[in-house]
């Protein structure tokens, strides 16, 4: 299973509100709201004086979207409990690094932005 994958399910497991309406990259250009976007941004990758340690250190921009203010701040309060600190099989741990809310005028939605690193086993 892939670290994005990995990732979407665990948005979709834990923000209910948005049901399966998180999309990598690009959202649709129906889509309902609230829904969620994220996208890498960034891979970290280490070595070692053996080669690769094996444990990339990802960053992932995820946004939250609804028309409404309230709506997108109880899809992300959701969204940032299933992320900040989860870890699994394959996720070593996601740790929230940086949010900041903003109005998309083109859009006409809200939007709270999240960055999260997310180190993960790599074969």
Same mark, same amino acid.
């Given at each position: 299973?892939? =670290?994005?994958?990995?990732?979407?399910?665990?948005? /979709?497991?834990?923000?209910?509100?948005?049901?399966?309406? =998180?999309?990598?990259?690009?959202?649709?250009?129906?889509?309902? %709201?609230p829904? &969620?976007?994220?996208?890498? /941004?960034?891979? &970290?990758?280490?070595?070692?004086?053996?080669?690769?340690?094996?444990?990339?250190?990802?960053? %992932?921009?995820?946004?939250? %979207?609804?028309?409404?203010?309230?709506?997108?701040?109880?899809?992300?309060?959701l969204?940032? &409990?299933?992320?900040?600190?989860?870890?699994?099989?394959?996720?070593?741990? &996601?740790?929230?690094?940086?949010?900041?809310?903003? %109005?998309?005028?083109?859009?006409?939605?809200?939007?709270? /932005?999240?960055?999260?690193?997310v180190?993960?086993?790599?074969?």
């Open positions: 299973m892939s =670290v994005e994958t990995e990732l979407r399910d665990q948005i /979709i497991a834990g923000v209910e509100t948005v049901e399966s309406r =998180v999309y990598p990259v690009v959202l649709p250009k129906d889509a309902v %709201f829904a &969620i976007r994220y996208n890498r /941004i960034s891979t &970290i990758r280490g070595y070692t004086l053996n080669g690769r340690d094996c444990f990339p250190a990802a960053r %992932f921009q995820v946004d939250v %979207f609804a028309d409404k203010y309230t709506t997108v701040q109880a899809a992300w309060g969204l940032r &409990i299933a992320l900040d600190g989860f870890s699994s099989v394959e996720i070593e741990y &996601i740790t929230l690094d940086n949010e900041t809310e903003d %109005f998309d005028d083109e859009l006409k939605l809200y939007r709270v /932005i999240g960055d999260f690193v180190q993960y086993k790599e074969s």
